[in-house]
């Protein structure tokens, strides 16, 4: 069990305590970037008119578990290039998470598609589909990319919030999702060439700044979507 060279175990998002393989599991993890897309998901809810509460933690839960850790593990079994989180972990045992968050995910996912919002369905394949094609770089890798790490992680996790709520889609709904969206692909344009500069230690100054920008955007999001949540429970 290594570390490989261009490692991420030192990253901001990265616990400084703790044996190593926790640490290397909970980098694999992405936190700030998983917090932003289960914010997209309340943001996404909170603009429905009504809002059923147990609707809100279950579709905060379905990617947390789904794209929060599944999709990260499959990024880590798919990736094509130098693992960043070493070898800690079997293939098998991330295989086993994979499938197992995945399944819970869906589990809760298909419950709310039968019983109260069939619409959420068409997101659920979208998703699954995009989990797939991006991280295991299908299709020749078509779907590696900016643009569709946008549309899976920014825009349609709102779409899924809202039609959790209101099993329709909306105007303001399409709008919010398109803003959410942009925002993500503002992320990942610093995200790829911030990791590039931070493991090959050049440009020490403008990975600094890279690294602030993605810091404002993961915090800024989670902070709106809170104060967003808080001010609907209150005024609700």
Request: with cysteine.
């Amino acid at each position: 069990m290594t570390i490989t060279n261009g490692s991420r175990i030192n990253e901001w998002f990265v616990p400084k305590f703790g044996p190593t393989r926790f640490r290397v599991f909970v980098g694999l993890l992405f936190l700030p970037y998983t917090g932003m897309c289960v914010s997209f998901t309340i943001i996404g809810s909170m603009i429905a008119t009504e809002i059923a509460w147990d609707r809100v933690g279950a579709i905060a839960l379905i990617y947390a578990l789904a794209l929060g850790v599944s999709a990260h593990v499959a990024d880590s079994l798919g990736s094509k290039k130098a693992k960043p989180w070493g070898s800690y972990f079997t293939k098998s045992q991330l295989l086993v998470l994979m499938v197992t968050t995945l399944a819970a995910a869906y589990g809760i996912g298909i419950y709310y598609i039968v019983l109260f919002v069939p619409l959420l369905g068409i997101i659920a394949a979208l998703e699954g589909f995009f989990l797939f094609a991006y991280n295991f770089e299908a299709f020749g890798g078509r779907f590696h990319s900016n643009f569709w790490f946008a549309i899976s992680w920014g825009t349609l996790p709102v779409l899924a919030g809202y039609v959790m709520q209101a099993n329709s889609i909306s105007i303001v709904a399409l709008f919010v999702s398109g803003l959410t969206g942009l925002v993500s692909y503002a992320e990942i344009r610093m995200s790829r060439p911030y990791k590039r500069l931070r493991q090959s230690c050049n440009y020490p100054e403008h990975t600094k700044r890279l690294e602030r920008g993605l810091k404002i955007i993961s915090l800024v999001t989670i902070a709106f979507a809170i104060t967003l949540a808080a001010y609907r429970i209150i005024f609700s």
